[in-house]
Antibody, heavy 119, light 106 residues
């Protein structure tokens, strides 16, 4: 059974940093792209970052580029999201997701972890 | 960015057929995917690559379209289908989602 469990969310002041983790199980982690997607309270979904199977390629939208860094540890079946220079507009539930066999979609999502950026 | 436009809400009766549309501001080929999100839960994948049914998803769900116009069909609708449905494209960078269509059962 595929499982994804995100941790690391919480309340953080604007300008500070936070690192999210997502532990995976139930599949061959090193064979799949992994993603982070976020959802602001009461709002829609926004893709945040992608990482390929060996961690050598990463992708971001302009809204987080230069502030967020995705990484992975295939030995620990874990993907991370380092978030720096946080802003109030980064407040959201952050979901970790597994890529599908054809990469370009999210075929399993974790339950999410809430990040609140506020002073 | 590629904007995906969905109708905000629909209300249907159980047993009926419902179509949820998603229009892209530019072509996304067939790299369109559909997700269901029930209140308080994470999204789940329903359809990938426009028309492929994800394993374990009931055959009541189907998808169609290419280019800029896509449709998710549920036939027949059941009470458990109450949820918000999102389309997502992965042809153009950045990947984007539609605003979601909230499906309510009468």
């Amino acid at each position: 059974e595929v499982q994804l469990v995100e941790t690391g969310g919480g309340l953080v002041q604007p300008g500070r940093s936070l690192k999210l983790s997502c532990v995976a199980s139930g599949f061959t982690f090193s064979s799949y792209w992994m993603y982070w997607i976020r959802q602001a309270p009461g709002k829609g979904l926004e893709w945040v970052s992608s990482i390929n199977t060996d961690g050598g390629s990463t992708y971001y939208p302009d809204s987080v580029k230069g502030r967020f860094t995705i990484s992975r540890d295939n030995a620990e079946n874990t993907v991370y999201l380092q978030m720096n220079s946080l802003r109030s507009e980064d407040t959201a539930t952050y979901y970790c997701a597994k890529g599908g066999s054809y990469v370009w979609y999210f075929d399993f999502w974790g339950p999410g972890t809430m990040v609140t950026v506020s002073s | 960015d590629t904007v995906l436009t969905q109708s905000p809400a629909l209300a249907v009766s159980p047993g009926e057929r419902v179509t949820i549309s998603c229009r892209a501001s530019e072509s996304v080929s067939t790299l369109m995917h559909w997700y269901q999100q029930k209140p308080g839960q994470q999204p789940t994948l329903l359809i990938y690559l426009a028309s492929n049914l994800e394993s374990g998803v009931p055959a009541r769900f189907s998808g169609s379209g290419s280019g800029t116009d896509f449709t998710l069909t549920i036939d027949p609708v059941e009470a458990d289908d109450t949820a918000t449905y999102y389309c997502q494209q992965s042809w153009n960078d950045p990947w984007t989602f539609g605003g979601g269509t909230k499906l309510e059962l009468k």
